[in-house]
C-alpha cells in the first residue's frame, strides 16, 4: 500500500484510500510518540529542508519534530535574513538547496501554488505547509483526525467551519477532506467573508446565522480572522465581528446539545472564540496540536518511503 | 504444496514449547512475552492462551511490537509497509524477553525487533521463540532458543503458517 501521489500539495489530489492510509499510518505514530524513546530511526538516511517563506509557529514546530521523531535530518530555512531579499527565485534558492542533497522539501509559501510550481521543476516529494489563500493539506488532515479520534469517526458527522473561508486556505483544506470521507460540512460567516458559489463547486452548506449553524454540527471548526490577507476592509469592526459571529461561552450554553470546539490557531482570543471556550472541556485544540506531529510523521514516512519508485 | 505440521501437530508443538517456557521462567514474574506483528502475535496468543491454562492464577505479562519503523529494507525499492499496532503497556526494564515469531527466515525481522524492543528500556535477557526455523537461510547472525519444528527449504520456496483465527484452520505449509 502507498499513496497515490508523490507529493503533497493539496488534499484535492488525493483520494479517499490516500487519506484512510495516512491516518492508518499516524495512528501508529501516535503511539510511537508516547514512549519512553520518542523516536524512530525509519528516516535516518533522509534530509528534510523546512523551507517558510511566511511566518509560523505551529506548523514550523510541529514539522521539526516530526521528522526529527523520524530519525531525518532537518535543515530550517526562513525567507528573512535570506538571499531571497537579494532577489533570488524560487527555483534557484530550491535547486542550491537540494543540490546540498536534500531528499525533501516542505513549504509554506504567501504565493498561491508555489509549490505546485515547484514540483514540476525538481525531483523530490514536496509537502505544501500553507500557499497563500489556496490549500493547507497537513491541517485539514490533523483536524479529520482529531475529529475520527473524537467522535470515532469522520463519516456522517456534521462539521460546521466558522469565520473567515474567503482567506483561509485551513477551510479550503478541510472543505476537501471532510467531503472526501463523507461528512457533512456547513460554512459559516458573514456574506464578505463567503466565496460565492460555494455550493455549487464544493458541495457545502452556506449559512450567514452561528447560532443555527452551531445548533446543526457535531464539531465548529472555528477560523481566524486573516487580517493579513484582506486588503480592504470586509467587516465594520473586530467587535462587531465578533458581536455576530464570536463563538462564546453564553452562545454554547444556549444551544441544546454539546458540540466540539477545534481552531487551527492562532488564536485572537475575544475575536473568533472567546478564552473560555477555547480553554473549556468542549475545545481539542491541543489535541489537534499534539495529533498535528503524528500525522506529519505520517505524511513524511508515506511520501519518502514512495521516492525510489 | 506440502504440509509440515497438521493441526493436531500444531497443537502438540504449542504444547511442547510452553512447557519449555515454564521449564525456564518459572513463575513468569521477571518474564514478558512479545509477539511480533503481524502474523507472530496469533502463536503469542496461542502460547500466551495455553500458558493461562497450564499456570491458573500466574499473571503473564504480554505484549505485541511492530517492526516497521525499523525495518532495514525502507526505501531500497521494496513496497512500502502499512505499521500494525504495537502495544506493551508495562515496563521490559530488567525484564526476561521472549520474543515470538511464526517463521525464523533471514533474521532481519528479529534484528528490527530487537532494535524497537529497545526503545521500551532494557531487558536483562531477550530470547527468541519461533514455531518454524527455516536453516540455512540466515543472513544475520540470529538462533531461535525455543524452535517448533527446524526445516530446510530453498529460497523460492515459500513457508506460510496458517491459524484459525485468521485462516480458518491450523497448519504450517511449503509451496
Not at chain 1, 95 to 110: C, F, Y
Not at chain 2, 50 to 60: A, D, E, R
Request: charge should be neutral; hydrophobic fraction near 40%; proline fraction near 3%.
Amino acid at each position: 500500500m502507498s499513496l497515490s501521489v508523490n507529493h503533497l500539495l493539496g488534499i484535492r489530489g488525493l483520494k479517499r484510500q490516500d487519506i484512510e492510509l495516512i491516518f492508518q499510518t499516524a495512528d501508529q505514530f501516535k503511539e510511537v510518540l508516547q514512549r519512553p524513546i520518542k523516536k524512530v530511526p525509519t528516516l535516518r538516511d533522509t534530509t528534510i529542508v523546512n523551507l517558510f517563506f511566511e511566518n509560523s509557529t505551529r506548523t514550523r514546530i510541529s514539522f521539526e519534530l516530526a521528522e526529527k521523531r523520524l530519525g531525518a535530518d532537518v535543515v530550517n530555512f526562513s525567507a528573512s535574513g535570506s538571499s531571497v531579499s537579494k532577489g533570488e527565485t524560487l527555483i534557484d534558492t530550491v535547486n542550491n538547496i537540494l543540490s546540498m542533497k536534500v531528499d525533501m522539501v516542505v513549504m509554506r509559501h504567501s504565493a498561491t501554488g508555489a509549490p505546485h510550481f515547484l514540483s514540476k521543476h525538481i525531483q523530490v516529494p514536496i509537502v505544501n505547509a500553507g500557499d497563500g489563500i489556496n490549500e493547507h493539506p497537513t491541517q485539514a488532515l490533523l483536524d479529520a483526525f482529531s475529529i475520527r479520534e473524537k467522535l470515532g469517526a469522520v463519516t456522517g458527522k456534521k462539521i460546521a467551519i466558522c469565520g473567515d473561508i474567503m482567506h483561509s486556505r485551513v477551510a479550503l483544506s478541510n472543505i476537501y477532506c471532510l467531503k472526501q470521507l463523507g461528512a457533512e460540512v456547513t460554512v459559516v460567516g458573514p456574506p464578505t467573508l463567503i466565496p460565492k458559489h460555494m455550493q455549487e463547486a464544493l458541495g457545502v452548506n452556506v449559512s450567514y446565522d452561528i447560532r443555527e449553524t452551531l445548533e446543526w454540527c457535531d464539531v465548529a471548526n472555528v477560523l481566524r480572522i486573516q487580517l493579513e490577507r484582506q486588503n480592504t476592509p470586509l467587516f465594520s469592526s473586530l467587535r462587531e465581528y465578533s458581536l455576530a459571529y464570536g463563538v462564546n461561552r453564553q452562545l454554547l450554553d444556549s444551544l441544546k446539545k454539546e458540540i466540539v470546539i477545534m481552531h487551527p490557531g492562532p488564536i485572537n482570543r475575544g475575536v473568533e472564540l472567546s478564552s473560555d471556550v477555547a480553554d473549556s472541556g468542549h475545545s481539542i485544540i491541543l489535541n489537534q496540536v499534539e495529533n498535528g506531529v503524528a500525522v506529519r510523521m505520517a505524511v513524511l514516512y508515506l511520501l519518502a518511503g514512495k521516492k525510489e519508485h | 504444496m506440502k504440509t509440515i505440521l497438521s493441526g493436531t501437530q500444531v497443537a502438540i508443538t504449542v504444547d511442547r514449547l510452553c512447557h519449555q517456557l515454564i521449564e525456564n521462567h518459572g513463575d513468569f514474574s521477571q518474564t514478558a512475552l512479545i509477539g511480533l506483528q503481524p502474523r507472530g502475535i496469533y502463536l503469542a496468543d496461542r502460547i500466551y492462551n495455553t500458558l493461562q491454562k497450564l499456570l491458573p492464577g500466574v499473571k503473564i505479562q504480554y505484549g505485541r511490537i511492530d517492526i516497521t519503523f525499523y525495518r532495514d529494507d525502507f526505501n531500497k525499492g521494496k513496497a512500502l509497509h502499512v505499521p500494525n499496532e504495537t502495544a506493551i503497556d508495562f515496563s521490559i526494564e530488567n525484564k526476561k524477553v521472549v520474543l515470538i515469531d511464526d517463521v525464523l527466515y533471514t533474521g532481519r525481522t528479529t534484528r528490527s525487533a530487537l532494535d524497537a524492543m529497545l526503545d521500551f528500556g532494557r531487558p536483562s535477557a531477550v530470547e527468541l521463540l519461533v514455531l518454524i526455523d527455516r536453516r540455512f537461510t540466515r543472513e544475520l547472525p540470529i538462533q531461535a532458543d525455543y524452535t517448533g519444528r527446524e526445516i530446510d527449504a530453498v529460497n523460492s520456496e515459500n513457508v506460510k503458517v496458517r491459524w484459525k483465527d485468521r485462516d480458518g484452520h491450523d497448519d504450517v505449509i511449503i509451496e
